[in-house]
Each structure stands twice: as structure tokens, then as C-alpha cells.
């Protein structure tokens, strides 16, 4: 089973903190992708990554940056908190190479970290 | 992308098929239907994909109808852990094989004792 870890279930800050969420899958997939879930807005795209050191801004890139170091590993950073950016964070990853066979949208979520950002 | 429509909840007895119907009547030839739910407080959870031909896996069946208008995800023996919020998506391959999922509002199945 894939399996897709996020460093913290619960984490709250201050505002004008910087904050780190971590991500690690065991897949080996290729795709990884940071989304935040609000009530009433539904799953949005904050940054994704196809491979190691590369990174491609979703639809809500602004206030985050994001890091990829390592295959299995894919960090979200908040450069300064604001209280809008109080979400639920949620990490997924998905395996490259399935395209043609539906896999472009076969992707494995964490279990969320909902951030509160006081 | 095809829009999808599904009802907006649904109960089920437990220990009984659960049928979540999605219509998705402006699909075109080479999106997927996909199925995803998620369970309250958790991350969605991926059910099941299929083009035209009906899929079964461990979770549930896809059935899709052969005009392609509408599926049905059905869930063989529901359990009280089967309540969450079912999600009906429908897209084509992005070819490089990494793009973003968006949710509607999805069914809210209610397993019932």
C-alpha cells in the first residue's frame, strides 16, 4: 500500500512565524503536490513537483514556497504566517508514467495538517 | 473537463450495497471517471478509475454505462467506516502525468446502523 506521511496532524503559530510541513511517501512516485482544503472552496493546488529539485506553482502559489531535496520528501514553506493561511495542509503524490491508462489523477494523500494561524 | 453532477447526500443500512450515482454527461472520449472519497478530518482517499469498461478493485465497482453519461460507484457491503464524502471527477491524462485534482461537492453517503 502506498503509503504518504505528513509530519504533524495539528500545529499551531504566530503570525509572522515561518513554518515547515513535511511530506514523505514510500512509493517511489515521481509527483508529489501540496493542496490546502477550506470549507466552501474546496481542494486547491498550491505547488506540485514531477521530479527532484523541480517545482511547478499550482493555483494559490502566493505566501508558500516549496522544496524537494530528496525523491521521497517534499516540504511546504511558509515564508511568514498570516492568519489566512489558517487550513487544512494536505500532501499527495501520484506515479509519473501512467499517462494513457488514467494515472495522471490516481493520487495518494496524507492524513492533513490543519494549521492554525493565531 | 466534463462537469460532473451527484446528489448531494445519501443513507445506506449497513451490510447493504451502496449505489452513488454521477452524471457526467458532457464527457468526452478520453476522460476517466474517477472516484475519490474522503472521510471527515482526513485526507481524500483514492476508490477507483475506469474509461468504459466496468473496474472492480478491493474498495468497489465502477460501473459505467455505455454511453458514457453516467457511472455508478458502488460500495458492495457498506460499513459504518464507508460514511465520508464521495467525490465524482472526470478527466482526461495530462500526458506528463502530474496535475492538480479539484473536488466538487460530492455525495455525502450516511451509513446507518
Known amino acids: 500500500d502506498v503509503k504518504v506521511t505528513q509530519s504533524s496532524r495539528y500545529l499551531v503559530k504566530r503570525t509572522g512565524e515561518k513554518v515547515f510541513l513535511e511530506c514523505v511517501q514510500d512509493?517511489?512516485?515521481?509527483?508529489m503536490f501540496w493542496y490546502r482544503q477550506d470549507p466552501g472552496l474546496g481542494l486547491r493546488l498550491i505547488y506540485f513537483?514531477?521530479?527532484?529539485?523541480?517545482?511547478e506553482k499550482g493555483d494559490i502559489p502566493e505566501g508558500y514556497s516549496v522544496s524537494r531535496e530528496k525523491k521521497e520528501r517534499f516540504s511546504l514553506i511558509l515564508e511568514s504566517a498570516s492568519t489566512n493561511q489558517t487550513s487544512m495542509y494536505l500532501c499527495?503524490?501520484?506515479?509519473?508514467?501512467?499517462?494513457?491508462?488514467?494515472?495522471?489523477?490516481?493520487?495518494?494523500f496524507g492524513p492533513g495538517t490543519r494549521l492554525t494561524v493565531l | 473537463d466534463a462537469k460532473t453532477t451527484q446528489p448531494p447526500s445519501m443513507d445506506c443500512a449497513e451490510g447493504r450495497a451502496a449505489n452513488l450515482p454521477c452524471n457526467h454527461s458532457t464527457i468526452s472520449g478520453n476522460e476517466y471517471v474517477y472516484w475519490y472519497r474522503q472521510i471527515h478530518s482526513q485526507g481524500p482517499q483514492y476508490i477507483i478509475h475506469?474509461?468504459?469498461n466496468n473496474e472492480t478493485n478491493e474498495m468497489a465497482s465502477l460501473i459505467i454505462t455505455e454511453d458514457r453519461k453516467s457511472s455508478t460507484l458502488i460500495l458492495p457491503h457498506a460499513t459504518l467506516r464507508d460514511t465520508a464524502v464521495y467525490y465524482c471527477?472526470?478527466?482526461?491524462?495530462?500526458?506528463?502525468?502530474?496535475?492538480?485534482?479539484?473536488f466538487g461537492k460530492g455525495t455525502h453517503l450516511i451509513i446507518q446502523p
Open positions: 512509493m517511489d512516485h515521481e509527483n
Open positions: 513537483s514531477y521530479d527532484v529539485k523541480m517545482k
Open positions: 471527477i472526470v478527466r482526461a491524462d495530462s500526458g506528463g502525468g502530474a496535475d492538480g485534482l479539484t
Open positions: 475506469g474509461l468504459k
Open positions: 499527495a503524490s501520484s506515479l509519473y508514467g501512467l499517462a494513457g491508462k488514467g494515472g495522471s489523477y490516481t493520487q495518494y
